[in-house]
C-alpha cells in the first residue's frame, strides 16, 4: 500500500478519534498531520494490523499533549459531529439531531482521559476490545473494565441530565 493510498484510507478515523478525545478541531489536525508522518517515516513491514498500528501512534500523540496540558485549561470542545447530516432532512429533524450531539459530547468531555479514550475507540471508531487493547497498550481487561466504567459513567450522567429536565419542566 502507498502511503497517500494509508493516508486516503485512515484519515478520517485518524481525525475523528484525535477530535473526541483533544476535543479541539485544531488540536485534531495538528495530531493528525502528525500521525501520518510518523507513518510516512516508519517501517511498517511488519504491522499486521495497520489501523491499530495507526490509532496506536494517534493515541500516543493525544496522550502527549494531554500530558503537557495537563496543568493548563483543556480547552472547549467547538464543532464535532457523529454522524453526517443529510440535506434531505427536515429542519426539525436536524435541530434535534445537533442538540443530542450537545448533550453526548458534554456527557463525553466529562469522562476521565483513560475511559474517555476506550469509550470513542468502541464507539465512535468502532474497534473491538482486542484492537483497543493494542491501540492502547493494555490488557484485555483493563480495556473492557475501562469500557464498563465508561458505560456505566455515561449512564448515570444521562439519568441526572434527565432527571434535572424533568424537575426543571415541572417547574415551570
Not at 479541539?24 to 508522518?37: K, P, W
Not at 475511559?115 to 492502547?136: A, D, G, H
Not at 459513567?153 to 417547574?171: A, D, F, I, W
Amino acid at each position: 500500500m502507498t502511503d497517500r493510498e494509508i493516508f486516503e484510507l485512515y484519515k478520517e478515523d485518524v481525525y475523528y478519534f484525535c477530535y473526541y478525545l483533544m476535543k479541539n478541531q485544531a488540536d485534531a489536525e495538528d495530531i493528525s498531520q502528525e500521525v501520518f508522518v510518523k507513518v510516512i517515516l516508519a517501517d511498517r513491514s511488519k504491522v499486521r494490523n495497520l489501523k491499530s498500528w495507526i490509532l496506536r501512534i494517534a493515541s500516543n500523540e493525544c496522550n502527549s499533549l494531554i500530558r503537557r496540558r495537563k496543568t493548563g485549561v483543556m480547552k472547549e470542545l467547538r464543532n464535532y459531529l457523529l454522524s453526517r447530516s443529510q440535506d434531505s432532512n427536515p429542519v426539525e429533524e436536524h435541530l434535534n439531531r445537533r442538540e443530542t450531539r450537545k448533550e453526548i459530547q458534554g456527557l463525553y468531555s466529562k469522562l476521565p482521559d483513560k475511559i474517555r479514550m476506550v469509550v470513542v475507540l468502541r464507539f465512535i471508531n468502532e474497534l473491538t476490545v482486542p484492537e483497543i487493547s493494542k491501540v492502547m497498550d493494555i490488557p484485555e481487561g483493563t480495556a473492557k473494565s475501562r469500557l464498563n466504567k465508561g458505560l456505566k459513567l455515561l449512564k448515570g450522567k444521562m439519568v441526572g441530565t434527565q432527571l434535572k429536565e424533568m424537575s426543571s419542566n415541572e417547574s415551570v
